[in-house]
């Protein structure tokens, strides 16, 4: 992997980042396994569909999952924060449906570095927070060349990088070797009509 995205990702422990875009789940997902530990994953009950944890087997182990349903996000966040300050998860994952305050994201901040945990919301397009210590743009991206056994490309922009330059990278998750994979973009790989040389 490049260095100025080694430098962001894996996400900086401590510290409350935020994702956002059609592919924020699996970038959440990648997230997670490259935490390595217990996760802690909160969203409001209302929302349709479920988290299921063998579906993100992949990823990480199922066991290793705890989700928490919320009646709303106020109550979501009062979790969160008390998840992040307990310490006993690695990574603490929330689906946010509002923008996020100041305050209340400075609360989960100050949370995070007391716990030592990773917290990471899930928002929508417009909703990031002052206080995150990063946000990402995720989106699929197309591969023709991509055979059935591999994940789907990503491109993730780090559009905010409050101790750090930003940058874009299109990455794809390695199935068998559990590991994320940094990837030239469709159109600068080996044989295609735009390569160099």
């Avoid at 100041?102 to 100050?110: E, H």
């Avoid at 007391?114 to 743009?137: D, H, V």
């Amino acid at each position: 992997m490049s260095s100025d995205f080694a430098a962001s990702f894996p996400l900086c422990p401590a510290r409350v980042h935020e994702a956002f875009g059609p592919a924020a789940l699996a970038f959440a997902a990648i997230a997670v396994a490259q935490a390595r530990g217990d996760v802690f994953w909160i969203r409001e009950g209302w929302r349709s569909g479920a988290l299921n944890p063998v579906g993100l087997s992949d990823f990480l182990d199922p066991a290793s999952l705890l989700v928490a349903e919320v009646r709303d996000q106020s109550e979501g966040l009062a979790v969160m924060e008390e998840a992040l300050r307990d310490g006993a998860s690695r990574i603490v994952v929330a689906e946010l449906s509002q923008p996020l305050g100041l305050t209340p994201g400075r609360r989960l901040q100050l949370a995070a570095k007391a716990g030592r945990s990773i917290g990471l919301c899930l928002i929508g397009e417009g909703m990031g927070s002052n206080a995150a210590e990063t946000r990402w743009r995720c989106t699929p991206v197309f591969d023709a060349a991509a055979t059935p056994a591999d994940s789907t490309l990503h491109r993730w922009e780090l559009i905010k990088n409050k101790s750090g330059t930003s940058g874009a990278w299109h990455v794809r998750w390695d199935r068998a070797a559990r590991r994320l994979n940094l990837v030239s973009p469709v159109a600068e790989r080996p044989g295609s009509a735009a390569a160099p040389g």
